[in-house]
């Protein structure tokens, strides 16, 4: 789960970070109370899920209380990479003479956790990893250890970072360590982290990317979660426990695991279709989540064609079928279906959809295959509901 | 020969007393796995499926002399569950829980790393050597024993790939499904080294998807270090960036981990790559 630059530095500050003065406004007038509250130039800043938003226009100074309307007037309410502008941050202008970068990551390779810094901040940093990875440091943290102050020093010292500024860098490094640790965070980053006039250290920028699979010892941080940035069906697919993804093509897809499902939408693509989402019904997937998958698939006006591709393991090929017509006899429709289940109790599974007349599959080529056609409109009305 | 899990294999189910943990421990009985004793804490003493179950995995391997573990326990558990079997001294763990906290893996990985134990997944459907153990979720009746080792991120794609390799007759020695997350006990380095030396493997799959950079890893060892013939395939061609496709470890991120990219690094050591999951079992067959 993505947090929104203010949730993530409002989390920073509590971990003793320090982030600029400045508060949410969801109205031109309220940007102008804030600027007004806080006497000073401000940067208007559009709190959307994105990145990029300052070349996108959605970060804009304003001098003046009335500035700061007038600005936020402008950034509420525009569209950014496919997002609305809802809410605005109101932060505090400050006086920047150096960028850093600071980031907490998950290695993958290595199974720990990684701090990285750089003296190139303010820009991608995965851009500077592409064209000068030398300018990116890193220390490797043992999970039982935690970040050690030579770590974080270590780090300072190694991007060229004034001596004088070393005893903040380091509470900065540990507070966000701290922070990334306590959230169950997967990814954690101050860019820019800016070195001030006064000699200060600030976290002009914050993002944090929190572990889906750990927010169940998070509920207050769960709450932070912005539904109107997640599509309605991707919010029901949540809900009802499944990974869905939606894509642009004809051909809604319905698997389970991940992995199948991925190899379902390739081979959709391969045989001249193009799928219209990712959706892995999960283990052991029962008969009402089946319906909720469903309903969801058909939610997509794209969709002209729907694809069942089940390969039972943990999820019993009866299960399945059943919670296919019980999902049909909810959600009437003229879509096509194609099945194909196999493994578990698939005997039982086709016996069951034998007598509903959807179209069947054996392979997942002769599925995929069916399905492009059943989109385009070339299968026999007969076998189609 | 196989790797992992043989005849020899005397298991513990931890989790023995849960839904799913029943079903499958019923169908591993079914297919001939030697399950000796089951983990629950709260309910040693008690008897299921015939198999005596046992508050801890080191109880449990003082009175059966059980040497892997298969875990079935919440995610929110099953951290120690892992912990518990390691300490124990098993061999073998194999994990199928799904959604363990990716903090919690790295500090069970860091601990495990000092030990001799072996740990495959979380969130995969296990490992099994046809007609001799299945550890794990996967439908046993598909597997036929035979000369092809496969290694696998995926579960039901692997399925999809056995099946088509046993319709082909085509049987397998060893099939591992390392798991979807991205933080695992063993990688596809870890299971090549082992079907490497493995005399009853002829040829390797290997199955891949989007995110991270183990595929490109394994490229690198079977340049160096594979003799035997290896067929791959990896999901996700047609998925968007930055999604996250149902595994945790399935993503794109930051331009790295595409299928393009794993394509492009096993092609470029001589592993040819099938389009489709329908194509690896032929691929298999021209080299066998």
Same mark, same amino acid.
């Given at each position: 789960? /993505? ?49 990029? +938003? ?26 950014? /990479? ?70 974080? &020093? ?12 070393? +005893? ?19 990814? #954690? ?23 889906? @699979? ?18 309605? #069906? ?5 809900? @009802? ?67 069942? @591709? ?23 429709? /003229? ?16 016996? &069951? ?5 959807? &179209? ?24 189609? +509901? | 020969?196989?790797?992992?899990? $043989?005849?020899?294999t005397r298991l513990v189910v ?20 030697t399950i000796v004793a089951g983990v ?14 046992f508050?801890?995995v080191?109880?449990a391997r003082a009175a059966t002399g059980c040497n892997a573990s298969i ?14 079997a390691?300490?124990a001294g098993l061999e073998l ?10 903090? $919690? ?63 082909? %007759? ?107 999951? %329908? ?10």
């Amino acid at each position: 789960m /993505k947090l929104h630059e203010y949730q993530a530095k409002r989390i920073f500050a509590q971990y003793g970070i320090p982030i600029p003065r400045g508060e949410v406004a969801t109205s031109p007038t309220q940007a102008r109370d804030i600027a007004q509250r806080l006497g000073k130039p401000v940067v208007i800043k559009a709190q959307v899920l994105v990145g990029g +938003r300052g070349k996108a226009g959605g970060i804009k100074l304003a001098r003046t209380p009335d500035e700061a309307e007038e600005k936020a007037d402008a950034i509420l309410g525009m569209n950014l /990479k496919g997002f609305t502008v809802r809410r605005v941050l109101v932060d505090e202008a400050s006086d920047i003479r150096r960028e850093l970068y600071l980031g907490l990551v998950i290695d993958r390779a290595r199974a720990r956790v990684v701090m990285m810094a750089s003296a190139a901040g303010g820009v991608d940093i995965e851009e500077v990893a592409a064209t000068q990875p030398e300018a990116i440091k890193t220390v490797v943290i043992e999970p039982a250890l935690g970040l050690r102050s030579y770590q974080a &020093i270590g780090l300072a010292s190694a991007i060229g970072l004034p001596q004088e500024h070393f +005893r903040m860098f380091q509470q900065i490094a540990q507070g966000l360590y701290e922070a990334f640790i306590r959230c169950d965070a997967e990814l #954690a980053e101050i860019n820019p982290l800016v070195v001030q006039g006064d000699g200060t250290l600030l976290a002009l920028d914050g993002k944090m990317v929190l572990d889906d @699979n750990a927010l169940f010892r998070h509920p207050d941080l769960e709450e932070m979660r912005d539904l109107d940035e997640e599509a309605p #069906a991707e919010t029901e697919a949540r809900i @009802n426990g499944l990974s869905y993804v939606k894509l642009d093509g004809e051909i809604g897809c319905m698997v389970n695991g991940a992995g199948l499902a991925m190899a379902t939408m390739d081979i959709v693509k391969h045989y001249g279709g193009a799928p219209a989402n990712f959706l892995d019904i999960g283990g052991g997937a029962r008969a009402e989540k089946v319906a909720a998958a469903l309903r969801i698939i058909l939610s997509d006006p794209n969709v002209k064609a729907v694809l069942f @591709n089940i390969f039972g393991g943990i999820t019993r090929c009866d299960e399945v079928a059943r919670g296919i017509l019980a999902a049909l006899e909810q959600v009437p429709t /003229k879509v096509p279906m194609v099945t194909r289940l196999v493994g578990t109790n698939e005997e039982e599974g086709r016996a &069951i959809l034998a007598e509903a007349h959807l &179209i069947t599959a054996r392979t997942l080529a002769e599925a995929a295959q069916k399905a492009v056609a059943a989109a385009r409109g070339e299968l026999p009305a007969e076998v189609v +509901r | 020969m196989s790797i992992l899990v $043989d005849k020899n294999t005397r298991l513990v189910v931890q989790g023995l007393t849960g839904r799913e943990g029943m079903f499958h421990a019923a169908q591993m009985i079914e297919y001939g796995t030697t399950i000796v004793a089951g983990v629950t804490p709260g309910k040693g003493g008690q008897e299921v499926l015939g198999v005596p179950i046992f508050n801890t995995v080191a109880e449990a391997r003082a009175a059966t002399g059980c040497n892997a573990s298969i875990i079935y326990v919440p995610a929110r558990f099953a951290p120690d569950a892992i912990l518990e079997a390691a300490d124990a001294g098993l061999e073998l763990i194999v994990c199928i829980t799904e959604g363990i906290p990716v903090l $919690d893996m790295i500090a069970v990985r860091a601990h495990l790393e000092r030990l001799p134990t072996r740990l495959i997944g979380p969130n995969c459907p296990g490992v099994i050597t046809p007609g001799e153990a299945k550890v794990g979720i996967m439908p046993g009746r598909i597997h036929k024993p035979g000369p092809v080792g496969l290694v696998s991120r995926s579960g039901t794609l692997t399925y999809e790939a056995v099946a088509a390799l046993s319709e082909m %007759g085509i049987g397998q020695s060893t099939v591992v499904g390392i798991g979807g997350d991205p933080i695992i006990g063993s990688r596809f380095v870890d299971i090549l080294a082992l079907f490497q030396q493995d005399p009853a493997t002829k040829a390797i799959v290997l199955i891949g998807e989007i995110g991270g950079n183990d595929e490109e890893l394994a490229a690198v060892y079977i340049r160096e270090h594979v003799t035997k013939p290896v067929v791959a395939f990896i999901a996700g061609q047609t998925a968007p960036p930055g999604k996250r496709m149902g595994h945790a470890g399935a993503i794109i991120s930051g331009g790295k981990g595409t299928a393009a990219d794993k394509i492009k690094a096993l092609e470029a050591v001589g592993v040819p790559v099938a389009h489709h999951p %329908g194509e690896i079992a032929e691929l298999v067959a021209q080299r066998l």
